[in-house]
């Protein structure tokens, strides 16, 4: 299963990046390719030491073959690799690796097919708690800790674009302009992100939004666009926001979509800056935006006992997925290999257990 896993990385373009980076200049036997093998193993097999990895990769002496090495690395060696080489070399090799499945549509396409050629993005975030004993830093109310992940999904395969790590307390809002949007892009946001001065910046940049209308907002009915029949629209309208300081962060028309909602028998009441779409395809847009949530209560999201075992430093208010130049560009990093952490249920030994 391990070679399968490294069949995707070519060894030929390995080799280029190797010789990109000049990362074995003046390299004594220690190959990079056995260096990424090790590092790797150190993920998949949860270690915690170099000891368990050279250990761990030694007591399958028989069959490093397979894996494209000779022997199991000493632990001053791989010691000083991983301190000397450049970690640039493994950074671009995800990126190529990434990009290679993005276009081969491995990791899965949209499924809802829309008629426009935006990228069509959802913007959210989720709180991972953590235990105050454990991890006293992650301070987030008297006695719960918890980190904040804000996740720029990409809707071309369900895949996070961009993610921030912050402290739990940070507003969702505050942290939207750390997200550098494409023009043209059209992001999908909850409640949690109006803000009409955010609004007008992402406006002026060549950002659509959709999302939801506040029921306490003021405005007034400046259009009545027709609805289409047979759905499920209830109004299609042309509005302006009469309160003071939402007129001056935003003195633009904005677009108001009543939608029914059959399920929950209830009426959603969408915002927008798409004045050319139909009204249909705004409420599906909006339909879509569920798969964030899905996405973060999916077995593909580490939990938090797998966020924390990641071998690596995890800084707060630094992006861990984001693009080599500092952009956000449709490319993403996915998460180090976890699974999800479920209690283990009590059960009682038995005897012979107690005996041995």
Known sequence: MFNQLLQHFP?????????????????????CWTQFVSMLFCQLGRTDSLREICNGLACCLGRLAHLGITKAPCRSTLSYANEHRPAALFEELFWTASARFREQQAFGGRKHKFRFKNKLLSLDSTTISLCLTMFPWAKFRRAKGGVKAHVLLDHDDYLPAYVLLTDAKRSDVKLADSFHL?????????RGYIDYALFARWSMAGVFFVTRLKDNAAFEVVEECQTPANRNIRADQLIRLTGARAQADYPELLRRVVV?????????????????????????????????????????????????????????????????????????????????????????????????
Not at 11 to 31: M, N, P, S, W
Request: glycine content about 4%; charged content about 25%; proline content about 6%.
């Open 260 to 356: 029914w909602d059959a399920a929950n028998e209830c009426e959603i009441v969408l915002l927008t800056n798409l004045l050319e779409f139909g009204a249909t395809t705004v409420a599906a847009i909006y339909k879509e935006r569920w798969k964030i949530e899905l996405f973060f209560e999916s077995s593909t999201w580490c939990t938090p006992l797998d966020v924390m075992e990641f071998q690596g430093s995890i800084a707060l208010n630094r992006p861990l997925v984001g693009s080599l130049d500092g952009s956000v560009r449709p490319r993403t990093a996915q998460h180090p290999p976890c699974v999800k952490s479920t209690e283990r249920p009590h059960r009682a030994a038995s005897r012979a257990t107690v005996l041995a």
């Open 182 to 190: 494409n023009p043209g892009s059209i992001v999908a946001i909850d």
């Open 11 to 31: 060894r030929t373009e390995f080799a280029a990046l190797v010789k990109k980076h000049a990362a074995e200049r003046d390299a004594k036997g220690f190959t």
